[in-house]
């Protein structure tokens, strides 16, 4: 109680670390600062970089890539040949290209390489990127199959190379900041998550445009495929993979692992025990063998740093409601909501005495019962301690035009550079991955699937 009280009068008084000290009657909306960035880099402190799939994804991550600085996009690999010459369009003609990667992971002038390919081939090319020496950014998932994992937590640990996860919003200003008030206890004990992400829109929903000359001479179809059942070529499949669980992994592998991945930064948690999730198509019935709409109970263990607490995830590609995207991590005074463009702390903590009136059994008392418990309620509490304090939400806003995208580089490059910590590894990209696949199993199946967050098996 003593630290709590502690932590209350402080947030009560400033803002901590990061915004500056504000008196709070000055600072409801606070303004986050970025950190100054350096603008130049020696020549031969230049990352070089490589990328393999030049689909959508790797159109933000290049730019960001760059933005980053100090870094150069010298390759790129895809198996479309048209992203192939809009590659040489966009960053010059002496860009080199192919369609095979293990051509781009032989080239000795490629410090890392980004891998933003169809989520079934992500262990595979990154394990060879580590085999041949260079640092790795893996687009989230980071696993296809659950049996991936270990096998490249393992590998990324005997290359002594950086393995960092795309999923960026874990480097961003707003959850380094919200990591803060959640760590000095300014909601209280955790004890639920409630996490929405709403769409209503075609491209929102994975139905990528097609180009008129997909065939079968300007798309590699048979490497694309890999590991997965042959079937006779498909541009469909080959440019809306995200719809098919042979190549992707559904709403809970391209969404879910976002607001898992900001969940477990926050708190430190390693992952659910228990996850059950139903889902169906409602409403994009174009052939596609994934669901449009998804939710997901996960149940989180308590751990030294938090108590048990549930997650609650849903996601809706038919979403009129205009609902948009939250991750509201729910404590036992107060809240946490967080959006793309910042997050606002909420705090309301209970007064120290319990209530009595209203809907209670204090109104089934007789009069003279009535009055012989207040007299006894007032003389056991202060007035004091009859209120809940009063303390006034704080929202914190990212800088406009803000990419945590570019930031997220920018960690990648410490990593590299000064042997940073790698906030997001192997270890942690598995775990947000982990409970992605049981949610998947869990509504295919009908059942509640068992997922060990320590050793990152499923059953």
């Known amino acids: 109680m003593k630290r709590r009280n502690f932590i209350r009068k402080t947030l009560g008084a400033s803002v901590l670390a990061g915004a500056g000290i504000v008196p709070l009657s000055n600072a409801q909306v606070v303004e986050l600062q970025q950190a100054p960035v350096p603008s130049r880099f020696a020549a031969n402190d ?35 040949t048209g992203r192939l010459t809009k590659a040489k369009e966009t960053y010059g003609k002496n860009l080199f290209t192919t369609r095979d990667y293990r051509e781009l992971l032989a080239r000795k ?3 890392a390489v980004i891998i933003a390919t169809p989520d079934h081939w992500h262990t595979r090319i990154a394990m060879d990127a ?5 640092h790795v950014y893996c687009e989230k998932p980071l696993i296809h199959k659950p049996e991936e994992g270990k096998m490249l937590v393992e590998a990324a640990k005997k290359s002594g190379k950086i ?25 209280g004990a955790i004890n639920m998550v409630v996490a929405n992400m709403g769409r209503h829109s075609s491209l929102g929903a994975w139905q990528y445009s097609i180009p008129p000359d997909a065939n079968p001479q ?17 541009a469909t499949r080959f440019f809306r993979w995200r719809n098919y669980r042979d190549y992707g992994t559904g709403i809970p592998g391209d969404l879910f692992v976002h607001l898992i991945s900001g969940v477990h930064y926050i708190t430190g948690s390693l ?4 996850v059950f999730a139903s889902g169906q198509l409602s409403y994009w019935k174009d052939g596609r063998d994934v669901p449009d709409v998804v939710s997901a109970v996960m149940e989180y263990p308590a751990t030294a740093t938090h108590p048990a607490f549930q997650m609650v995830l849903s996601v809706n590609f038919a979403d009129g409601s205009g609902g948009g995207e939250f991750t509201r991590i729910i404590g036992t005074e107060g809240m946490i909501e967080l959006t793309w463009t910042g997050f606002t702390l909420k705090r309301s903590p209970l007064p120290k005495a319990p209530g009595y009136g209203g809907y209670d059994s204090f109104n089934t008392f007789t009069k003279e019962q009535q009055e012989a418990f207040e007299q006894q309620y007032k003389s056991r509490w202060k007035e004091e ?20 995208r570019t930031d997220h580089f920018r960690n ?36 509640i699937v068992q997922w060990n967050p320590a050793e990152m098996t499923l059953s």
């Open 163 to 187: 393995l960092q996860v795309g999923s960026q919003r874990v480097s961003s200003l707003a959850f380094n900041e919200a990591k803060k008030y959640y760590e000095q206890g300014a909601i």
């Open 109 to 111: 002038d490629i410090d």
């Open 271 to 274: 992952g659910p025990e228990r």
């Open 412 to 447: 990648f490059y410490a990593s590299i550079r000064e042997g940073k910590p790698n906030i997001q590894d192997a270890a942690f990209g598995v775990r947000a991955a982990g409970p992605c696949l049981a949610a998947n199993l869990s509504a295919a199946e009908r059942r």
């Open 46 to 80: 230049k990352i070089r970089l490589g990328c393999i799939g030049m689909g959508i994804i790797s159109q933000y991550d290049i730019k960001s890539a760059l933005e980053a600085g100090g870094s150069e996009i010298v390759a790129a690999c895809d198996l479309y």
């Open 130 to 134: 580590l085999a041949a020496g260079k």
């Open 385 to 404: 301690d009859r209120k809940a304090p009063k303390l006034e939400d704080i929202v914190f806003k990212q800088p406009q035009g803000y990419d945590e």
């Open 218 to 234: 300007t798309v590699d179809y048979e490497t694309f495929l890999g590991n997965a059942p042959k079937t006779p070529f498909d």
